[in-house]
């Protein structure tokens, strides 16, 4: 029996605020993630969650699973779904212009510094108003936001990057700042399972196999992170070779 082989896509489930892996589901092969997300989905509690996608899950099919669960969404909006970016910017837009002052809308701020910069994140989130183009396609959408981040660098220079997002409920702005910046927080995660379990460098074919290492590491890094030892995961690894109480800790979770 030749078992299949090839590239592996996987659509992946963290509790940002718990730093818990909860799911995974490989994809199909020759397929891509937005086939493997309602998969996923339907294996979790959405009940009373907030979940929150990148722009390959803005999907009509993805948002109406979120909702029916008694969960919500707050989904990243690119150009994959021209119509629905389009609306929302005109909104943004009109926002800016003063045209939409008398709507209800909420705003959050936050300026940090670290690692030789200086971010400032401006969040921006509104009620659909009347008339919003995408609404018929669209039920689900109840509010819109924009997140911007204006980036200072140690030499002087500035960059900015700013996103849509669209939401099945009007979250207070800090809210919305707090799910954005938790959703961008899983970045860090696939930074660690590159970088310090060197996933991406792994040669492993066997799509079988290559799933359930992939397993192994997001339960390696779940068990790690828990562990309250201030140190980075890659010195808790280090520490678990060296002492073999503190990796009895880790793999029981005794710190906690």
């Known amino acids: 029996m030749r078992l299949p ?20 589901v490989a994809t199909e092969d020759k397929s891509n993630e937005i086939t493997a997300i309602p998969v996923l989905l339907g294996q979790l509690e959405r009940k009373k969650a907030v979940v929150t996608i990148d722009a390959m899950g803005c999907q ?16 990243a909006v690119k150009d994959n779904q021209p119509k629905l970016a389009a609306a929302i910017a005109s909104v943004v837009e009109k926002h800016l212009e003063g045209e939409l002052q008398a ?106 196999l290559a799933n359930n290492l992939s397993w192994v590491r997001r339960f390696a890094i779940t068990l790690l992170k828990r562990h309250p030892e201030k140190d980075s995961i890659r010195g808790k690894m280090i520490r678990c070779l060296m002492d073999t109480s503190f990796l009895n800790e880790v793999l029981t979770l005794q710190g906690n």
């Open 103 to 208: 709507r209800r809308h909420r705003n959050y701020q936050t300026d940090t510094h670290g690692h030789g910069r200086r971010d400032e994140r401006f969040h921006w989130v509104a009620q659909v108003p009347p008339g919003f183009a995408a609404k018929g396609e669209w039920p689900w959408i109840k509010a819109i936001g924009t997140a911007v981040r204006i980036t200072t660098h140690a030499d002087g220079t500035q960059s900015d990057e700013v996103r849509y997002y669209m939401l099945s409920r009007f979250l207070s702005g800090k809210r919305f700042g707090e799910v954005v910046r938790g959703h961008w927080g899983i970045e860090s995660m696939h930074w660690v399972l590159d970088v310090t379990f060197g996933e991406d460098r792994t040669r492993t074919r066997q799509r079988v």
């Open 60 to 75: 009509k099919d993805i948002a109406r699973d979120i909702v029916a669960g008694g969960g919500d969404f707050v989904i």
């Open 5 to 24: 082989c090839g590239p592996l896509h996987i659509a992946r489930a963290w509790a940002t605020e718990h730093g818990v892996a909860l799911g995974q």
